[in-house]
């Protein structure tokens, strides 16, 4: 039962250009959602998060915008530089609840 | 220490063994997770400590997995009797509260 899920296993942007990272979720109890970069070798890295309360947090070149209804988070990153190639976790945290259930992850590529 | 401490970074054991893996959590936070990603797949949930409460060990995959958080600071996950498919990357993760995790750089788990 994927609780979490990212349905994109790979994505390839132009550097400079806008990245679009999706996640979808099926439990309505999440009330907390947090995105991660992992880079080879390396743990994850908390990037930005956002409460169930709003739809949208910004953080410099980072969004992410939250839709409820529609159960779906994305991440944007504009404008893509090739330090962000990694892969992207999407994770999420029940009311009251400190673990995390993430997503499977999306490889981004930045091309030159 | 600075961050999350991880030994070993690499492992590489027969089937059949046991095999300890150490995560030395930051020092005063009181939560540790332990997530594992096997190829190709997301970050698995295993267990779960938080204080002196008892651990959620929701996530271990079999009775051959085990874990243990002595002094409230250093874990160890042993798991017994390896298989091939426990061959993965075992990572661990602490935080002070909420659901801000650090994760430390894993250890790459080889069962041959």
């Known amino acids: 039962d994927q609780q979490v899920k990212q349905n994109s296993p790979s994505l390839s942007v132009q550097e400079g250009r806008i990245s679009i990272l999706n996640c979808d979720y099926t439990?309505?109890?999440?009330?907390?959602f947090l995105w991660y970069k992992k880079y080879p070798a390396e743990g994850p890295t908390f990037l930005i998060s956002?409460?169930?309360?709003?739809d949208k947090n910004e953080d410099g070149r980072f969004t992410v915008f939250l839709n409820k209804s529609a159960k779906h988070l994305s991440l944007h990153i504009v404008p893509s530089q090739p330090g962000d190639s990694a892969v992207y976790f999407c994770?999420?945290?029940?009311?009251?609840?400190?673990?995390?259930?993430f997503g499977q992850g999306t490889r981004l590529t930045i091309n030159p | 220490g600075a961050g999350v401490s991880q030994s070993p970074s690499n492992k590489v054991t027969e089937k059949g063994k046991d095999v300890e893996l150490r995560c030395d959590p930051i020092?005063?936070?009181?939560?540790l997770y332990w997530y594992r990603q096997s190829l190709g797949q997301g970050l698995e949930f295993l267990i779960y400590?938080?204080?002196?409460?008892?651990?959620?060990k929701s996530g271990l995959p079999s009775d051959r997995f085990s874990a243990e958080r002595t002094g409230g600071s250093v874990s160890t996950l042993t798991i017994q009797r390896t298989q091939q498919e426990d061959s993965a990357v075992y990572l661990c993760?602490?935080?002070?509260?909420?659901?801000?995790?650090?994760f430390g750089s894993g250890t790459r788990l080889t069962v041959v």
């Open positions: 993760a602490s935080s002070l509260s909420g659901r801000g995790y650090t």
């Open positions: 439990n309505s109890m999440f009330d907390y």
């Open positions: 956002i409460s169930s309360i709003k």
């Open positions: 994770a999420a945290a029940a009311q009251g609840a400190q673990k995390l259930v």
């Open positions: 020092s005063g936070h009181t939560a």
């Open positions: 400590f938080q204080g002196n409460s008892a651990p959620d």
